[in-house]
């Protein structure tokens, strides 16, 4: 503080002394303080301390969890699928010990991972068995009355969606009830994905999607994170092959932050916006995505080792959207 | 008469026992957790120290909610971070926690701290700017010593010498000194209490900072009321060395709150204390010993006397300097600047009586002599602002 401030004597020893930062002095050490870490960190290494709860959602698995639907085939020979989808309310933990009470889809956020083929039929049904009218928009093609917004399903009702599954391409569902902004903020959303008729190359397949939390309600997130829990993938590192391709369905939701982005260390991916085309758009190791947006990306890493994927705004990374690949090599 | 029946003592205590019933089966029975229902629970956490060491930030907490708080996890200028917390992650009502994090803070820059809750709450504090915390030892007491001995104890000192010109004064003018006096106390009363309530913002809900400093002042200034009030009513030099006794102290203990955030101001390394600072505090202070002496100008006390009143005044300085930057906490500030307050407000009621009757009071020289003292405690104030 320099004497130019143009303040009083009082306000100077106010701000020293009451001030936000006016508090005493004199180090004493922390005796037996309780250690929560239950891994050891790096020093001075961003993170957070502890492990979420077991039985919880489990990134991890949800990574690679696609529900097909219940299969069966229609008169017209047209493959139906059938899901069946509840809004359920549920706290959910979104960093070790942090408690959000959420609206989820069948009891998690992100919801289930919702897989046809391109000119499949889907048949979604759904009930409301949370405290607030829902409803499931899909991205898509579909029928107006199909669309998830002038329907909304009360607490205890129910609605069937049914659509054939098109374009060919990533896609999301969320709830379209208002406040938008607020039901989708609470967790309700997932993802949509429909497989072109003629397959996509081998690969190893995962979903991303790129959310975060406002705990205190106060407008802005407190918690980022690919897949709900801050720093999963750092905590558990993501296991790959040298030589794998590896596909990621990346899904951004975030809610109050403008953009996101995704940037893959010592490496670099191919880009296929909305997973909507068969040639990649771009090649690159950084990519920015507004909320609603999503491509797939592929990518091999061909040597082993532990490799960051993180958003590039900085602030989310170490706020919990960050994670690992441990990349080893079957031949060693 | 019914009452008769009973002893004095049941017919007290009955009211504390039927309370003390109806507390207790509410707190057995269910009705408090019906009024709870679906409510979320309240939390509460305030920042009560920072200290910075080496690659490390130490922050104290107190939790003065009326639920219990468990700390999660802790971000540091928007990024978590690794923390220890002890005693305990689960902070009770009135409970404290440390929380240490090892974090690279840079000298000079502002870094943000924020407790986030197991319910997602935030808990929020800010480091304006960055400074090693001193450690205590000789060095620690020597600077802070030094600081108080300059805007407390010398100013004090210098103050008294205007006792020689005070004995030559006519009557008339000794009342304007007095007045002067007054004048001067009602600033620092005004200011303490300013200071107090400032504090005040500062503690935790369920410490109510605002009331205690209406306990503090109020009963600073009914214990001395009660405690000087034989002495002082005494005829003569007795009572008026009484006087003066009760100002040195008033305006110790007013010191002491000063002293205080002097301490922690300078400890943080916010307080720029140059040596203009310092020569504005002396200014200012030093009509403090002018106070100190007015009542007994015409006793002849022997030096040693003056010596122990301005020490009474100005040493607290230093012993706050000391508190404030060992210590500080918004709960002691408060306590201590509303005790100064109320034994400021004491003395300006002891020199009203001195003063005479409503027209003695309210003539030119003692009306003017508040005002002056008024005036020139504001315009040295201004000397003082950097």
Known sequence: ?332 | MTERRFPLWILILLPVVMLGLVVASLSQGGLLDALRRGVPPVEELTFERVVLRPGEIHVDVVNGGPDPVTVAQVMVDEAFWDFKIAPDPTIVRLGRATISVPYPWVKGEAHQVVLLSSTGLTFEHEIPVAELTPEVGPRFFGVFALIGLYVGVIPVAIGLLWYPALRRLEQRWLNFVLALTVGLLVFLGVDALHEALEAAAQVGGAFQGTMLVAVGSLGALLTIELVSRSRVRREGAQGRAAVAWLIALSIGVHNLGEGLAIGAAYALGEAALGAFLIIGFMLHNTTEGLGIVAPIARDRPAIGRLAALGLLAGAPTILGAWIGGLAYTPLFATLFLSIGAGAIAQVVIVLWRVMGDGASRFAPATAGGVLVGLLVMYATGLLVAV
């Open chain 1, 1 to 332: 503080m320099s004497p130019k401030d143009g303040m009083s004597r009082r306000e100077l020893l106010k701000r020293g002394a009451f001030g936000a930062a006016g508090l005493g002095v004199i180090g004493r050490t922390v005796d037996g303080a309780a250690e929560l870490a239950m891994h050891a960190h790096d020093p001075m290494v961003a993170g957070t301390v502890g492990r979420v709860s077991r039985t919880g959602f489990d990134a991890l698995s949800y990574l690679e969890q696609f529900d097909y639907g219940t299969v069966s085939t229609l008169p017209s020979g047209q493959t139906l699928r059938e899901y069946d989808i509840s809004a359920v309310d549920r706290e959910i933990e979104v960093a070790p010990g942090v408690f959000y009470p959420a609206w989820t889809y069948n009891g998690q956020v992100p919801g289930p991972t919702i897989r046809a083929t391109e000119g499949d039929r889907v048949r979604v049904r759904f009930r409301n068995l949370g405290t607030h009218a829902h409803t499931i928009h899909f991205h898509g093609f579909h029928p107006a009355d199909m669309d998830g917004v002038f329907e909304p399903v009360l607490p205890g009702g129910s609605f069937v969606y049914e659509f054939d599954a098109e374009p060919a391409g990533l896609h999301l569902y969320h709830c379209h009830a208002v406040p938008l902004k607020k039901h989708i903020a609470k967790g309700l959303y997932g993802v949509y994905i429909v497989d072109p008729k003629t397959p996509r190359s081998a690969a190893r397949e995962m979903v991303m999607v790129l959310n975060g939390f406002d705990t205190n309600l106060d407008g802005s997130n407190e918690v980022y994170a690919a897949n709900t829990v801050a720093f999963a993938y750092r905590d558990n590192p993501i296991p790959m092959r040298v030589g794998e391709l590896q596909r990621i369905y990346l899904v951004n939701v975030l809610e109050f932050d403008l953009i996101n982005s995704m940037h893959l260390h010592a490496n670099f991916f191919h880009v296929y916006r909305t997973g909507s085309v068969a040639r990649p758009h771009e090649f690159t190791d950084t990519l920015m995505m507004c909320q609603g947006e999503r491509h797939i990306i592929e990518f091999t890493y061909d040597r082993p080792g532990r490799y960051m994927f993180h958003a590039h705004q900085s602030e989310f990374a170490e706020l919990g959207w960050m994670g690992h690949f441990q990349v080893e090599d079957p031949a060693v």
